[in-house]
């Protein structure tokens, strides 16, 4: 049975509030960083509303917004972008791997994976979006780190 509107909706922000604490613990590791919860309005296909994210900072000074985008867009459950100073980063939840199928004169030619990279149902980093390959890499705390670098040139230094 499909989900209505509000399931979905109410699924991603349950998706999203996962997240967001998984990366407010890898930030802690660094003990110059501060992760704090922030509000985002989203207008999307089920609405407009407000959404958590966080704002990262060191010393006061903004490293990286986590922005959450959507609670749909095409092929994935939901988008997050972290955004930095010299880049951002696209973070997909990603149910299956996306398949795609081309047809010739209604038979099917060609099937393929969307996401190179998918294990299993998740939040994904977008690695590349501009190939077909659209290659993805799951989300831990090494993903968070280098994301976090990608997008602010800063490195992550967990306390020892």
Do not use: C, N
Not at 16 to 43: G, M, V
């Amino acid at each position: 049975m499909e989900m209505d509107q509000d399931a979905r909706r109410q699924q991603f922000l349950g998706r999203l509030s996962e997240l967001l604490s998984d990366l407010r613990t890898w930030a802690a590791a660094d003990p110059r960083l501060t992760a704090a919860l922030r509000e985002f309005a989203i207008d999307d296909p089920f609405g407009h509303y407000t959404a958590p994210g966080l704002e990262i900072t060191i010393t006061g000074e903004r490293l990286a917004s986590v922005v959450p985008v959507a609670a749909v867009v095409i092929g994935a459950e939901g988008r997050v972008d972290v955004k930095g100073p010299i880049d951002q980063a696209a973070m997909l939840y990603l149910s299956g791997p996306g398949r795609t199928e081309t047809t010739i004169e209604g038979v099917s030619a060609f099937r393929r994976d969307l996401f190179a990279g998918f294990e299993a149902a998740g939040w994904y980093w977008m690695l590349d979006s501009f190939t077909p390959h659209r290659a993805v890499r799951r989300i831990d705390a090494d993903a968070f780190r280098d994301i976090v670098l990608s997008v602010s040139d800063y490195e992550i230094t967990p306390s020892r």
